[in-house]
DNA sequence: ATTAATTTTCAATTTATTTTGAAAGTTCGA
DNA sequence: TCGAACTTTCAAAATAAATTGAAAATTAAT
């Protein structure tokens, strides 16, 4: 296999793997392109390599800016912009994990605050208690993956990955 | 809020969440359903209850029982089956944890073990290597969250709660 | 063996998501 | 200030995913 054409497989399956994560497959296959790209490429380059129209390029790539996996890279004496893509793969996980968060658990978890309201705890009583201990069992656990991803937000890669792996692993 | 009616708010964000996670909407629903149930539910009573048809009734509740999220129970004297949720939190992210990494990681790491099989090292030497370190980095990150799902997956969720988080987050 | 009860399948339909592309908007140099 | 270069928007079209429902298959009682 060539570098060219590993390249491109690597594209695809990036963007295969996003689609299962929540991420369309054109944002995350752009993600892929730019994370492969030795320059910073502009909206042309991406319609272009990635066959997709502006409009859906443009999306994406203002998508990927919101999500802080990419940015935009103004070069001297050129009036297009173009764009770079976080590499650091530890960063691209921990931005992904920041933004899921927020858009997803922090919602369910609010959710679940609201369910604990339950006016006629004095009826059904077992029933209402079995009840209240699965909400509060989700945000128990909820709350323990907040911290772990907390702590991985925070923290540096290898200390994450060194130190504390060590600790878990062992 | 009455029981029912915070019962019925947890299905629907029980199923909103699910979509989020690459589980469709009536499967997380069906899932819900079964968690906050004291009895066992046959497919008639999953219908009336999430007012789906049948076929997709059926194919939902297999789904979870592919997942193992939930499990068939036979009532003695009847002739339909009936329906149980696994209700252990923990036990449910285990296996949705699982199920995920069958399907999406396992695969995605193939990809790049093939990607790695690429044979015009000399030309490009330095394109050539970064691209590999991308390649094992990325091998290097699913490794570790592997292990750590490893760790989960066979852990009791008290240990990896207590003892474990207490290592984490102090 | 018959048939009534129940489960499974799957083509057709519905619903949800993504993509297109052309028009509108913006920016900037001359 | 004009106009070319470039970016953004968004209604319509295309694609993908979930759902229906009725027919086929299976199961179990008589």
Redesign the pocket.
């Given at each position: 296999m060539k570098l060219e054409e590993a390249k491109r497989n690597f594209v695809e399956a990036w963007g295969t793997l996003g689609?299962n994560w929540?991420?369309?497959?054109?944002?995350a296959?752009i993600h892929a392109l730019l994370m492969v790209s030795e320059q910073p490429l502009?909206?042309?380059e991406i319609?272009e390599i990635l066959?997709?129209?502006?409009?859906?390029?443009?999306?994406?790539?203002?998508a990927l800016i919101d999500w802080g996996l990419a940015e935009r890279k103004i070069k001297l004496g050129?009036?297009?912009?173009?764009f770079v893509g976080e590499k650091d793969i530890w960063k691209v996980a921990v931005k992904i994990i920041r933004e899921r968060r927020k858009r997803e658990i922090d919602p369910l978890r609010a959710t679940l605050r609201d369910l604990k309201m339950i006016d006629d705890k004095e009826d059904k009583k077992e029933e209402y208690q079995k009840f209240m201990k699965l909400l509060d069992d989700i945000d128990g656990f909820a709350d323990s993956a907040d911290k772990i991803t907390d702590k991985m937000v925070l923290a540096d890669k290898n200390w994450f990955f060194g130190t504390m792996m060590k600790l878990m692993i062992k």
């Open positions: 689609t929540g991420i369309n497959r054109t944002m296959q502009s909206t042309d319609m066959d997709i129209s502006r409009g859906n390029a443009n999306m994406n790539t203002r050129e009036r297009m912009e173009f």
